[in-house]
């Protein structure tokens, strides 16, 4: 399959580019809405109806958490016990990152627990502000509901939205087409929609990873650095992140925005090879890059909030 070109008229301005109007259909695909007559017969749905009786599933294994998953420690903030993972590195100050996951440090192997515990003191302020916006925000996103997997569903790619289209085949495989925006997922007879959605996702990482290599390479060209290492993560909302050894991770989820919103990210993880804080001479090099850079941020923020819930 060739990889789908990025729609660069969405440079302008970061807008959602308008969908072409179309009719939706809500019903499942082998039906047809009332008063309209078929040319041709309709497509046969993929799935099979769900069976009546529970069927019992198999256990599932649970897996110990591994050594890089230390429990979390607790300490007295106020009125609040607050719960944050530590990890040791060999960084020269400690570093705060709240995700949501909760509040996670990264301190230097020399720093104490005690002066780390009054670091977090000092941040409290920030700390608990953040935690309640990340926790407010993760509770929006779980009170939309989650997207129909019918015939015509609606996705988002690229900052728009692009229609799937359902079929039946003898083997199960996706393919795009970038001039009628449709994704079409041609499954063999009886799959289900765990596996619709497995196949979904799947094309969206395989999209994912194609682009932001080429864009990657494009804005480390520019910035004259070199990045050692590139990988997708499945991170809930952190949408980048770059080590010391200059491996870059990015959120394969980033391919539901436009462009811009991508480029800004990524020339944001590029500038932590020259700068591994969010201090102002590294913000000075993301604006020698991508100089909208506040406005990209910001609407980042909004459009993560507008996404609807594709795989809860």
Known sequence: MQPAK???????????????ARPVYTEPVWTTPSGATPRQPP????????????????????TPPTAEQPPK???????????????????RSIGFMIDDEGLRITAPKRISIAEIDNAIHAKQHWILSKLKE????RAARLEKPPVEWVDGARLPYLGSDISLRLLVGGRNRSSYDAETRT??????????????????????????????????????????????????????????????????RLNWKLIHFSLPLIDYVIAHELAHILEMNHSARFWNTVGLIYPEYEEARNLLRKRAQELPVLFP
């Open 6 to 20: 990025p729609d660069t008229s969405q440079l302008d301005l970061f807008g959602r580019e308008a969908a072409p």
């Open 43 to 62: 497509p046969v749905s993929p799935y099979v109806a769900p069976p009546q009786t529970a069927v019992p599933l198999k256990p599932r294994a649970v």
């Open 134 to 137: 990340r926790r407010e925000r």
């Open 73 to 91: 420690r607790q300490l007295l903030v106020g009125d609040f016990v607050l719960e944050y993972s530590l990890r040791r590195s060999t960084r």
């Open 183 to 248: 994704l079409s997922i041609i499954l063999v007879p009886g799959a289900t929609e765990e596996l619709l959605k497995e196949r979904v996702k799947a094309w969206y990482q395989q999209e994912a990873k194609q682009l932001f290599v080429q864009r990657l390479d494009l804005y480390a060209e520019r910035l004259g650095v070199r990045y050692s290492a590139f990988g997708l993560s499945s991170a809930g909302t952190r949408w980048g992140s770059c080590t010391a050894e200059r491996k870059i």
